[in-house]
C-alpha cells in the first residue's frame, strides 16, 4: 500500500483542501498537517486533514464529482443521523475551484481494518446491515432523492458492460481473449433472459437504503471500552449508495478469485430483519446472497468501463475502449458471472 504524502506544515494553506475546509469552517481551523491518502488522474483527491474536528480529531477531505458528492452529502448530512446505525460525524461541504467537483468533509474512520476472515466482523456487518435496511426501509421518504439502485439499475449497468464487450471484440487481440469476451456475451445475454427471475424476487423485498459499496476498504471496527469489546462498525465511500433492494448489499463468497466482499453473517442479518420484515425463511436468506453476487459481478463489469463516468460507447475512441480492456480482470468476472447464472437458475 503507498504511504500517504504528507503535506509539509508551512505548505498547508495553498492546498486545495485547506482551501475548500477554510470557506466552510475558517482559516482558524487549520489542521496541524494534510495527508494525501488518494488522488487520481481524474482529479478526485481524498485527504486527511490532522486535528481539525470539534475534539481536534481527524478530518476526511474528499474531492469528487459534484453528483457523488451530492448523494454522499444527504447521506451523511439529513439520512444516517435519522437511524439508529453507528455512523461518522458529518462536517460540511463545497464547491471546488472547478465546477464539476465538490469538496465533502467527514470525520476519520479510524480503527481496525474489517476483513472478512474474522467471524466478529461478519456478525457485526449483518447486525449493522439488518438495522440499517430495516429502519431506512421506514422511512422511505427520506430516500426519495436519492439514485435507484433496484434490478433496474442493474439491468442498465448489464447492458452498458456488453456494449463495450462488444466494441471490444473489434479490436486486435489474442484468440482466446476473444474467445473469453465473446464467452461473456453469450452469459450476459444469458442472465437477461433470466432477469424476470431476479425482478419477481425483488419485488417482494421492501426498499431501504443500500451502500451499494459494502466491500472491507470501505468499512472500519471500532472497540468500545463500555460494550465490552464489541465490534462497532462504521461505513464510508456512499457514493454509489441509493434507494434498492437489500440484497445489493448481502454479498456471499465468490468462488473463483478474491473479490473483497464484507460476507456479512447471514444468520445474524435474518435475526434482525425477521422481527420487522414478513420473509419464508432462511432459504430467502440464502437467495439475498445470490441477487447481491449478480448485482456485484454486473458492476464489477460496469466499473471496469467506468459506468456513469464515462461517455457511452460510440462516443468513445477504439484506443480508449482498447486501453480499458483488462483481460485478467474480466476473465476473473467472467468466472463469477458464471458462478451467478448457475444459481440464479435455482432461485
Known amino acids: 500500500m503507498t504511504e500517504p504524502k504528507a503535506i509539509r506544515s508551512d505548505h498547508v ?27 487520481t488522474k481524474r482529479k478526485t483527491m481524498v485527504c486527511r486533514l490532522s486535528g481539525s474536528g470539534k475534539e481536534m480529531e481527524n478530518v476526511i477531505a474528499k474531492r469528487s464529482f459534484r453528483h457523488y458528492i451530492g448523494v454522499e452529502r444527504i447521506i451523511y448530512a439529513e439520512i444516517l443521523p435519522s437511524l439508529p446505525v453507528t455512523s461518522l460525524r458529518y462536517y460540511g461541504s463545497t464547491e471546488d475551484d472547478d465546477p464539476n467537483y465538490e469538496w465533502l468533509f467527514i470525520e476519520d474512520a479510524n480503527g481496525r481494518a474489517y476483513t472478512s476472515r474474522l467471524k ?14 430495516t429502519s431506512s ?4 421518504d427520506m430516500l426519495s432523492r ?95 449508495a441509493g ?4 440484497p445489493v448489499d448481502i454479498l456471499g463468497r465468490f468462488g473463483y478469485g478474491v473479490s473483497r466482499s464484507s460476507e456479512p453473517d ?14 419464508p425463511s432462511t432459504v430467502t436468506m440464502r437467495r439475498f446472497e445470490t441477487v447481491g453476487k449478480t448485482f456485484r459481478a454486473i458492476s464489477a463489469f460496469a466499473w471496469e468501463f467506468s459506468f456513469g463516468k464515462s461517455p457511452t460507447p460510440h462516443e468513445s475512441s477504439p484506443a480508449k475502449a482498447k486501453s480499458k480492456v483488462d483481460m485478467w480482470r474480466l476473465r476473473l468476472y467472467g468466472q463469477w458471472l458464471g458462478e451467478c447464472l448457475e444459481e440464479v437458475r435455482r432461485l
Not at 243 to 246: A, F, H, Y
Request: net charge negative; hydrophobic share 45%.
Open 13 to 39: 494553506a495553498e492546498h486545495p483542501a485547506f482551501r475548500a475546509w477554510a470557506r466552510v469552517h475558517g482559516s482558524q481551523a487549520a489542521p496541524t498537517k494534510i495527508e494525501v491518502l488518494k488522488q
Open 243 to 246: 434507494r434498492g433492494v437489500p
Open 266 to 279: 447471514i444468520d445474524t442479518y435474518w435475526s434482525v430483519v425477521r422481527k420487522l420484515w414478513t420473509l
Open 137 to 140: 426501509a421506514s422511512h422511505i
Open 146 to 240: 436519492l439514485p435507484e439502485r433496484g434490478p433496474g439499475h442493474y439491468l442498465e449497468a448489464l447492458r452498458f458492460a456488453r456494449q463495450w464487450i462488444e466494441r471490444s471484440l473489434n479490436l486486435e487481440l489474442e484468440l482466446k481473449d476473444l474467445d473469453s469476451l465473446q464467452m461473456i456475451m453469450s452469459d450476459f445475454d444469458r442472465l437477461e433472459e433470466q432477469w424476470s427471475e431476479l425482478l419477481e424476487f425483488c419485488d417482494m423485498l421492501p426498499l431501504s437504503l443500500v451502500h451499494g459499496d459494502f466491500k472491507e476498504r470501505n468499512i472500519r471496527i471500532r472497540v468500545a471500552a463500555h460494550d465490552r469489546g464489541v465490534p462497532i462498525l462504521v461505513a464510508f465511500d456512499w457514493a454509489e
Open 120 to 133: 466478529a466482523h461478519r456478525i457485526a456487518a449483518g447486525s449493522w446491515l439488518g438495522i440499517l435496511h
